[in-house]
């Protein structure tokens, strides 16, 4: 069974960065590298919605409200995909969560605060 941990979660004032990392274990890196991984994230009162995803082609995919701020990359060597936030805003604030597919494996998240 395939086991995602996610970290670098933390407070950040608005406008900060934050890196997150999303490492898989009990998967190669052969069968790694052409699964989808995504991140999500779910705000307070809020349903959880999509942040990005990139394919084992590299091809990638942004929630519109990310765009230009978030980053999605993979290290299929290391199996781990990273989530780069920039320009982070208090509505930002949330539990982010990534997901491996197909199979729909999921980490625990990590919260991201953004103070004003």
């Known amino acids: 069974q395939v086991e995602l941990v996610e970290s670098g979660g933390g407070l950040v004032q608005a406008g900060g960065s934050l890196r997150l990392s999303c490492a898989a274990s009990?998967?190669?890196?052969?069968?790694?590298?052409?699964?989808?991984m995504a991140w999500y994230r779910q705000g307070p009162g809020k349903q959880r919605e999509l942040v990005a995803a990139?394919?084992?082609?590299?091809?990638?995919n942004y929630a519109d409200s990310m765009k230009g701020r978030f980053t999605i990359s993979r290290d299929n060597a290391k199996t781990t995909c990273y989530l780069q936030m920039n320009s982070l805003k208090p509505e930002d604030t949330a539990a982010y969560s990534c997901?491996?597919?197909?199979?729909?494996?999921w980490g625990q998240g990590t919260q991201v605060t953004v103070s004003s």
């Open positions: 990139i394919t084992g082609g590299y091809s990638t």
């Open positions: 997901v491996l597919r197909p199979g729909d494996y």
């Open positions: 009990r998967i190669s890196p052969s069968v790694f590298r052409v699964k989808t």
